[in-house]
Nanobody, 127 residues
Framework: QVQLVEFGGGLVQPGGSLRLSCAAS????????IGWFRQAPGKEREGVSC???????????NYADSVKGRFTVSRDNAKNTMYLQMNSLVPEDTAVYYC?????????????????WGQGTQVTVSS
């Protein structure tokens, strides 16, 4: 059974850091494109990052302009877990954060179509 579970969210002060985890089961995370998204109250869901499959010839990670230089994605293949390290957090980063996987695609971030999603974890940046 395919499952994604996010955890690590919480309340953090502006300028602080958090690391979110996305634990995968039912499939091998390194072989698929994985995305991070967020949705703030009253706003549309926003793509934060996409990591290509390790099978991709380029093996790349894309970031939204709003998080570039502050957020970093990493992967622990042994734990089948993806991480989102968030630094220099600002109140505008407050949102529910989700990870998602494209199981059917070739593992590229271009043209990706996510078909499984986690339940999300709340991140609140406030003093």
């Amino acid at each position: 059974q395919v499952q994604l579970v996010e955890f690590g969210g919480g309340l953090v002060q502006p300028g602080g850091s958090l690391r979110l985890s996305c634990a995968a089961s039912g499939f091998s995370l390194p072989y698929h494109a994985i995305g991070w998204f967020r949705q703030a109250p009253g706003k549309e869901r926003e793509g934060v990052s996409c990591v290509s499959s390790t099978l991709s010839s380029a093996n790349y990670t894309n970031y939204a302009d709003s998080v570039k230089g502050r957020f970093t994605v990493s992967r622990d293949n042994a734990k089948n877990t993806m991480y989102l390290q968030m630094n220099s957090l600002v109140p505008e980063d407050t949102a529910v954060y989700y990870c998602a996987v494209d199981l059917k695609g070739p593992g590229e971030c271009y043209g990706v179509k996510y078909d499984y999603w986690g339940q999300g974890t709340q991140v609140t940046v406030s003093s």
